[in-house]
């Protein structure tokens, strides 16, 4: 009876763990499909592996004015590569580092006030990129300021569980 018992749960025990990983690795629906079509595509095509890093080490170095300036340089480098690109940086817990869209808001003062731009935690694309293991996340939206319809790729900046936080590049 023991023995049976200790078994159910080796066996519960063991489906949880291949139930769990088998979550972690997978993006959110049909991501890794839309990713690669418009009007996601090129944007995708802007973040690629090499961008990603850059992100992130430039991110990982913000400590004053200076090194917020290289950022945010980066950010809007990468904003025009795209027509009416825009960039968002973030932490892991959504606070806004950088948003091209909100001109001379970005200052190294204002990130440390949390005063660039609300939080984004709650953002589709950027919360599918911190949730799930392939650090990808789309989402297209309506803009509730001026009705214009928006789509976004965000990817997360380093390791699943363990990341710098979020680029998001967007375009109308």
Do not use: W
Not at 138 to 166: F, I, M, N, Q
Request: proline share 2%; hydrophobic share 40%; charged share 20%.
């Amino acid at each position: 009876m023991k023995m049976q018992k200790i078994s159910s749960v080796l066996l519960v025990l063991v489906a949880l763990c291949f139930t769990s990983f088998n979550v972690m690795a997978a993006c959110a629906p049909l991501v890794t499909t839309k990713v690669i079509a418009p009007p996601y595509d090129v944007m995708n095509a802007v973040l690629t592996t090499a961008k990603i890093n850059t992100f992130k080490t430039k991110l990982d170095a913000v400590k004053d004015s200076a090194t917020y300036a290289k950022l945010l340089t980066e950010a809007n480098a990468t904003a025009a590569l795209i027509a009416k690109g825009r960039i968002v940086v973030t932490l892991p817990d959504g606070t806004v580092v950088v948003d091209t869209s909100k001109g001379a808001t970005n200052t190294f003062n204002n990130y440390k006030a949390k005063t660039i731009n609300e939080n984004h935690n709650t953002r589709i694309s950027i919360l599918d990129s911190q949730l799930y293991d392939c650090g990808i996340g789309v989402e297209t939206k309506r803009s509730t300021t001026d009705g214009t319809v928006e789509s976004y790729v965000a990817k997360r900046l380093g390791a699943y569980l363990d990341s710098s936080g979020t680029v998001r590049i967007s375009h109308k």
